[in-house]
């Protein structure tokens, strides 16, 4: 994890309104960032309005800022199994053309975060879930002009093989399957850790899992493979990160005492 992960993390995670400089620097310190290196950190991640600054007099404090909190909410989706049960086998397209290359990236980039994956070049689906919101999320694409989205249905339906061939799904089912195994193997080491072990494990661990869980595609059940480990390893996680949340917690209390 880079040093703009961990500190990230440690918002995320601990789930704090924000943290002072001292606060971050005692959190870090198990993973050997030094103060140089959480003050560059920081000040790339204001850049990106990924953290918001708090100034008192000559003390700084921190918190999420509002680009961060849209990418929170939006790995936060795959922490819990979606509700699919009134889906109409709509789906949300992306049509796009774009000459700067730099602008395409950034779109397809931002396509693949929310879960859409290419038909074709040009245009890319996503099944339709209202509570996803995918117009508020592509707002600026949609003014800047050159992308325009629409809902509708296949004239028959898209099959399961195109499906699970265009996110490919054998190879997500395998990371899924090998996140299972860290978790079951992490859980059984937790009781043997001290809690500052424990928060390091927590947060590296964890960084993995949430990796592995944000692969997951959300798809509706009617295209999913009849046997998928999404819903399992969620249930695996959250009892993981209560495991290290309470292991972690007398050195986690230490530190946001500074």
Excluded: C
Excluded at 2 to 20: C, G, H, N, P, Q
Excluded at 208 to 213: E, F, G, N, S, T
């Amino acid at each position: 994890m880079k040093a703009a992960d961990i500190l990230y993390a440690f918002f995320v995670t601990l789930r704090v309104d924000e943290l002072s400089m001292l606060q971050l620097m005692a959190l870090a310190s198990p993973f050997g960032i030094t103060e140089t290196n959480v003050r560059s950190a920081l000040s790339r991640m204001h850049s990106r309005n990924l953290i918001e600054v708090r100034k008192e007099g000559r003390a700084a404090f921190y918190r999420v800022g509002a680009r961060g909190q849209r990418l929170g909410s939006n790995v936060g989706r795959h922490f819990h199994d979606p509700d699919w049960s009134s889906w109409d086998g709509s789906y949300w397209a992306a049509a796009f053309s774009l000459s700067d290359s730099r602008a395409r990236y950034r779109l397809q980039k931002k396509l693949l975060a929310y879960r859409f994956r290419a038909l074709y070049p040009g245009l890319w689906i996503r099944p339709f879930h209202p509570a996803e919101n995918v117009p508020g999320v592509f707002s600026d694409a949609l003014q800047a002009g050159g992308f325009d989205l629409f809902n509708g249905s296949f004239v028959g339906e898209i099959s399961r093989e195109r499906i699970a061939e265009l996110y490919d799904l054998p190879a997500t089912a395998a990371a899924l399957q090998q996140a299972l195994r860290a978790a079951r193997r992490s859980s059984k080491a937790v009781s043997a850790l001290s809690p500052e072990a424990a928060f390091t494990e927590w947060l590296t661990t964890g960084d993995a899992l949430v990796k592995a869980l944000f692969h997951d595609p959300l798809l509706p059940p009617a295209l999913l493979p009849d046997t998928w480990p999404a819903s399992e390893l969620r249930q695996i996680f959250g009892r993981w990160n209560t495991l290290y949340s309470e292991r972690s917690a007398p050195f986690v209390r230490q530190a946001l005492n500074q």
